[in-house]
T-cell receptor, first 112, second 114 residues
Framework: KQEVTQIPAALSVPEGENLVLNCSFT??????LQWFRQDPGKGLTSLLLIQSSQREQTSGRLNASLDKSSGRSTLYIAASQPGDSATYLC???????????FGKGTKLTVNP | DAEITQSPRHKITETGRQVTLACHQT?????MFWYRQDLGHGLRLIHYSYGVQDTNKGEVSDGYSVSRSNTEDLPLTLESAASSQTSVYFC?????????????FGPGTRLTVL
């Protein structure tokens, strides 16, 4: 059974810092990995999707990498801002079924 | 703009009652999903559908049912609500199968079962 882990559960940084969020998964046979952002009381917003054949994806200040063989993905946020404060979730799609298995998230706080 | 909506946004009900949560998407997506989000468990898949008349059980399907009569809607029914079903419920959709599609989520429904 696929398990997805995100460490740390919470992270607090000063504004302007570059930071890395980690996601690990136990079964490397994934089709894709998706990073989401969730603001308090809101739904999930898709940030980046990395297909299994890709090593990384970039969108603005965000860069996500994928190392299938080691079962790891990282989300790099450059020059963090208070508006980046949210919970970040990673999820994997195993077998192309579109059924996502989620980690429990990392709650990020960026302090002004 | 295309979107995915859920109603109601908040619901309080009593144990044993039947409850239906609505999900409507205007993306014209084939795939639709229901998840629940609980502290300590994260998001877990309840039911999903790959198209009209297709429904499948997810990880935590006991006590829930869905039906798909058209592309836009996937209502989630709690047959006899239990306190363990107090949770936040999210509906999501994606274009088609193949492993390269983002899932888009609705705003969620907070359900309290007393």
């Amino acid at each position: 059974k696929q398990e997805v882990t995100q460490i740390p559960a919470a992270l607090s940084v000063p504004e302007g810092e570059n930071l890395v969020l980690n996601c690990s998964f136990t079964d490397s046979a994934i089709y894709n990995l998706q990073w989401f952002r969730q603001d308090p009381g809101k739904g999930l917003t898709s940030l980046l999707l990395i297909q299994s054949s890709q090593r990384e994806q970039t969108s603005g200040r965000l860069n996500a990498s994928l190392d299938k063989s080691s079962g790891r993905s990282t989300l790099y946020i450059a020059a963090s801002q208070p508006g980046d404060s949210a919970t970040y979730l990673c999820a994997v799609d195993q077998g192309g079924s579109e059924k996502l298995v989620f980690g429990k998230g990392t709650k990020l706080t960026v302090n002004p | 703009d295309a979107e995915i909506t859920q109603s109601p946004r908040h619901k309080i009900t009593e144990t044993g009652r039947q409850v239906t949560l609505a999900c409507h998407q205007t993306w014209n997506h084939n795939n639709m999903f229901w998840y629940r989000q609980d502290l300590g468990h994260g998001l877990r898949l309840i039911h999903y559908s790959y198209g009209v008349q297709d429904t499948n059980k997810g990880e935590v399907s006991d006590g829930y049912s869905v039906s798909r009569s058209n592309t836009e809607d996937l209502p989630l029914t709690l047959e006899s609500a239990a306190s363990s079903q107090t949770s936040v419920y999210f509906c999501a959709s994606s274009r088609t199968s193949g492993g390269a599609n983002e899932q888009f989520f609705g705003p969620g429904t907070r359900l309290t079962v007393l």
